[in-house]
């Protein structure tokens, strides 16, 4: 079992040790954890180099951007990725979010042009970081973990922009439609499900677990959230809980795909060459 994608270090029930010592001594076999700013990305590569089968990726999350320089920040990430080649394994988590952009209530208080001004410049520089972090996995043949939040029209035209395919979805929310429409962009990409999978009401992010074909699939638990279903509201989520993940995808294509799903990991990741 390959948990693609989960933060130990955001626990609040439980000590980062103890989460990642469970997943391991479960008999599972790779976790890759995502930090949550430049500063911290330190901290991942430091997890990563003490635990073996631990990786880590390093990104700059757009609700960060506003205030750091383009430039310097993209060559602190090249640094990073030239100086631990044996443990960073994707660039993360390179997105577009507008949820936020709608909900900031100072932005929300403006006269309706200033706040569509203030909008639409947020929004180009998180276009501006999207594509400076895409064209630096580029450079380094390195997959992007890919996170939208209302801004699925725009991620997709900046990957048709500068032809990047290798890519992974991560925490899929959207429909089977979108799901067709990447893959058939980039038919190698990955769709990575988490815990919402489990939920009741996710019925379109279950109808497209049920449809893709499985080559595309990955499993992940974004913990400490979405823990998924039956501990959703009884407990902190962690890595060891992408066996729920997984089992629930089984359930519904009526297949086992454990060993396929940790292989497509594999696959992306580049760890099997």
């Not at 955001?10 to 989460?19: G, R, S, T, Y």
């Not at 469970?22 to 599972?28: Q, Y």
């Not at 276009?127 to 400076?132: E, G, V």
């Amino acid at each position: 079992m390959f948990d693609t994608h989960c933060h130990p270090h955001l626990a609040k029930e439980k000590n980062e040790e103890i989460v990642i010592s469970n997943f391991f001594e479960s008999g599972w076999k790779y976790m890759t954890i995502i930090w949550t700013n430049p500063v911290t990305n330190n901290k991942s590569i430091e997890l990563s180099k003490k635990y073996n089968w631990v990786y880590c990726s390093v990104w700059i999350h757009p609700c960060d951007i506003y205030e750091l320089d383009l430039e310097k920040t993209i060559i602190e990430l090249e640094n990073h990725i030239l100086k631990n080649k044996e443990n960073i394994i994707a660039i993360w988590e390179c997105w577009l979010d507008y949820y936020w952009l709608y909900k900031d209530e100072k932005i929300n208080k403006l006269d309706e042009k200033l706040k569509n001004k203030i909008i639409d410049w947020k929004k180009n520089l998180q276009k501006l970081f999207f594509k400076a972090q895409i064209l630096l996995a580029k450079e380094y043949n390195l997959p992007v973990i890919i996170h939208n939040r209302d801004s699925k029209d725009d991620v997709f035209e900046i990957l048709k922009e500068l032809d990047f395919k290798n890519f992974i979805f991560h925490c899929y929310s959207e429909n089977l439609d979108y799901a067709n429409k990447l893959i058939k962009f980039s038919p190698n990409c990955k769709i990575s499900f988490s815990g919402i999978v489990t939920f009741k009401n996710a019925k379109e992010v279950q109808e497209t677990a049920k449809n893709i074909d499985i080559k595309h699939i990955l499993a992940e638990t974004d913990s400490p959230y979405l823990t998924p279903t039956p501990l959703r509201w009884k407990e902190e989520n962690e890595p060891l809980y992408t066996k729920y993940v997984i089992g629930k995808i089984e359930e519904l294509r009526w297949e086992q795909c454990s060993e396929q799903i940790f292989n497509n990991s594999l696959g992306i990741f580049w760890l099997n060459k």
